[in-house]
């Protein structure tokens, strides 16, 4: 569902639906020139691809405010490709495919919780916390002494994600990754 609005109402973190698809407001700014009319300057995120773009509009120019459901889901488990999640609220379950949960799939285990943006029925969006707890289920044994500063190794966490640690990470630590980036971050 989506409602017709004015730029003169834009708002940070505010969602637009256009041909394109779906953008979130990062930043406005209203502009009134010396001469000729206002305009409003902005930068959108595509809910999609993350990619940034810089669009400009007329002032009072109409647009189309995308009305976006978020809500804390729990991740309960895995079927085949697809994800099921429980809303915390109404305890409905939904199952959301892989293809929608994009980087995110790398970083749930069961009992995770995350905050999914749904959007006339479809999964736009899925925000995690900035850093999760995951298991090293296996990487090379770190060796006594061996603390060569900034050397990393390759380990698999839980979910199949491989991540570079220090060496004196082992199979069976616990540690924590950056959801944002994929890095290490420190041991939990």
Do not use: C, W
């Not at 041909?19 to 206002?38: C, D, M, N, R, S």
């Not at 995308?66 to 939904?94: C, H, P, W």
């Amino acid at each position: 569902m989506s409602v017709t609005t004015s730029t003169n109402d834009l708002k940070n973190g505010m969602t637009l639906e256009s041909g394109e698809g779906l953008y979130t407001v990062v930043e406005f700014q209203h502009v009134k020139p010396g001469k000729g009319g206002a305009f409003v300057r902005t930068k959108l995120k595509n809910l999609r691809t993350g990619a940034v773009i810089d669009r400009t509009y007329r002032a009072d120019e109409k647009v189309e405010q995308a009305i976006i459901d978020k809500r804390e889901m729990q991740f309960l488990y895995r079927d085949g490709t697809d994800f099921v999640f429980m809303d915390n609220q109404s305890y409905d379950q939904m199952v959301v495919p892989e293809t929608a949960l994009g980087s995110a799939k790398d970083f749930l285990v069961e009992n995770a919780t995350a905050a999914i943006s749904v959007y006339e029925g479809l999964v736009v969006a899925v925000e995690l916390p900035a850093a999760v707890e995951l298991d090293v289920t296996e990487t090379e044994p770190g060796l006594q002494g061996d603390r060569v500063s900034g050397a990393r190794k390759p380990a698999t966490l839980e979910t199949g994600l491989v991540v570079q640690v220090p060496l004196f990470v082992n199979t069976g630590d616990r540690i924590k990754v950056d959801t944002r980036s994929g890095d290490y971050l420190t041991r939990a």
